[in-house]
């Protein structure tokens, strides 16, 4: 067999031709995947980057009562409640909006989905199930040093269709995490 390759390959008469073919098309194949997986990936992180920029902005939302209880001696967003007693006051923030207007998604059937074109073309991806955790840090803590710090976690699941040789494929399912915190600086 591996002679037979090597005397096509020195035999000028043309007989090669169809060997120079699928080596190319082989290559165009390998490039098609790899292309792909690029496309795949930077729509995973413009959706981390838009999510990290939204709970970024859901702390930045909470910072006047993070910072007053910080500069008072006190840690935390708290407000009294009037009864002598301390509530937590913080704002989850709309991140759904926050992504809509950042990435172009629609929501669609409890869905935010971004489509190809101006709507009407094939679906690029679409996120869901947005989960926003807002941990407030303690009020007056004992060990101010080590006390914990205000935090916002945000879970999101990204689905991306996969296409491959004209065909579509199974989808593309990730959970995305983010986290942004509130440190002070003075």
């Known amino acids: ?21 699928a080596a190319t098309l082989g290559l165009l194949i390998i490039f098609c995947g790899i292309s792909e ?38 840690s935390g967003n708290y407000l009294p409640d009037g009864g002598g007693a301390w509530e937590a006051a913080v704002n989850e923030g709309d991140i759904y909006s926050f992504l809509d207007l950042t990435l172009g998604t629609q929501e669609d059937g409890g869905r935010h989905v971004k489509y190809a074109g ?49 065909r579509l494929l199974p989808s593309m399912h990730i959970t995305v995490k983010v986290q942004a915190g509130y440190i002070e600086v003075f």
């Open 118 to 166: 101006d709507g009407g073309g094939a679906m690029e991806f679409a996120i869901d199930s947005l989960s926003v955790t807002v941990r407030n840090a303690p009020l007056a803590p004992s060990d101010p040093q080590n006390a914990a710090r205000f935090e916002a976690d945000a879970v999101i699941r990204l689905e991306v269709p996969v296409r491959f040789g004209g």
């Open 37 to 74: 997986y690029f496309r795949l990936h930077l729509i995973a992180a413009g959706v981390r980057d838009a999510t990290e920029d939204g709970i970024i902005s859901t702390v930045n939302d909470n910072y006047y009562g993070v910072y007053h209880g910080v500069r008072e001696g006190y």
């Open 1 to 21: 067999m591996g002679k037979k390759i090597v005397r096509i390959l020195k035999d000028k008469g043309g007989s090669s031709f169809p060997l120079a073919i």
